[in-house]
């Protein structure tokens, strides 16, 4: 069984940054693409970004690339999310993912989070 647990929400001046954590139990982070999702209050899910089963591509959203970046630490087991340079807008409820295989761009996902909440003021 897989299970993915999020870390390191919290409030934030617009600007800052912010880090959060994903931690994997059950299988190896090199097993699987892994994924970052967000949701505002009211608006869809946000397909943030993802980086590849070995950590050598990443894939990143259009609102995000050049502020956001994700990384892995497979002595930890555990993905990142770092967040720079945020807005208002960034302000969502985060989840991590993760999937056996795929295109980084895909959106389809085999494990699911619980989810962060980060909160952007202004």
């Known amino acids: 069984q897989v299970r993915l647990v999020e870390s390191g929400g919290g409030l934030v001046q617009a600007g800052g940054s912010l880090k959060l954590a994903c931690a994997v139990s059950g299988r190896s982070v090199n097993d699987y693409v892994m994924q970052w999702f967000r949701q505002a209050p009211g608006k869809e899910r946000e397909y943030v970004g993802a980086?590849?089963?070995?950590?050598?591509?990443?894939y990143y959203a259009d609102s995000v690339k050049g502020r956001f970046t994700i990384s892995r630490d497979i002595t930890q087991n555990t993905t990142y999310l770092h967040m720079n340079s945020l807005t208002v807008d960034d302000t969502a409820d985060y989840y991590c993912?993760?999937?056996?295989?795929?295109?980084?761009?895909?959106?389809?996902?085999?494990?699911w989070g619980q989810g962060t909440q980060v909160t952007v003021s202004s």
């Open positions: 980086i590849s089963r070995v950590g050598d591509q990443t």
């Open positions: 993912a993760a999937r056996r295989f795929g295109q980084l761009a895909a959106t389809a996902y085999d494990y």
